[in-house]
């Protein structure tokens, strides 16, 4: 079997059978993204405990690329620190953004590396993206509130 055959049987998997896609009540924080380019929409939710992220959820509408990458994103970052979810952002996006030149690291990005074939077609790159933004957002989101709740309990 051929490796972007391989990868297409991932994402179908995550579309078809969707991870962390029914959104918690009460998230510390809650992000809407839409890609204006094709009308996907992402409602994400985000809990930490502390530093570290307890979970992710979400509810959408959109293509298979954009459901079945926040799929992977709300699993990968799950556990992570706000720091390590960070990095792991930044490297799904420079793959994407590599042309098809860079295609990821599995040991970091486990299945995000089925979207590298994305990065070869620009229109869907945004698409891919969706989910990741979402959760860039929410996460610093976050941060910023802890911070903030931890400064004003020092007073």
């Not at 992710?56 to 994103?73: E, F, L, R, Y």
Request: charged share 20%; proline share 2%; glycine share 8%.
């Amino acid at each position: 079997m051929e490796l972007d055959s391989l990868y297409q049987e991932v994402i179908l998997e995550h579309y078809k059978r969707p991870l962390n896609k029914a959104l918690s009540a009460n998230p510390l924080v809650q992000v809407h993204h839409i890609n204006t380019s094709c009308g996907d929409e992402i409602t994400l939710n985000l809990d930490m405990d502390g530093e570290v992220i307890k979970s992710i959820t979400w509810d959408g509408v959109g293509c298979s690329i954009s459901q079945a990458s926040t799929s992977v994103v709300s699993d990968l970052l799950s556990g992570k620190t706000s720091s390590e979810a960070m990095a792991l952002i930044e490297e799904f996006q420079v793959m994407l953004q590599s042309k098809g030149s860079d295609l990821g690291n599995e040991d970091n990005l486990g299945d995000g590396v089925a979207f590298a074939g994305v990065a070869k077609f620009p229109a869907r790159v945004k698409c891919a993206l969706l989910g990741w933004m979402a959760s860039k957002d929410a996460i610093s989101q976050a941060v910023a509130k802890i911070n903030g709740l931890s400064s004003e309990e020092k007073r």
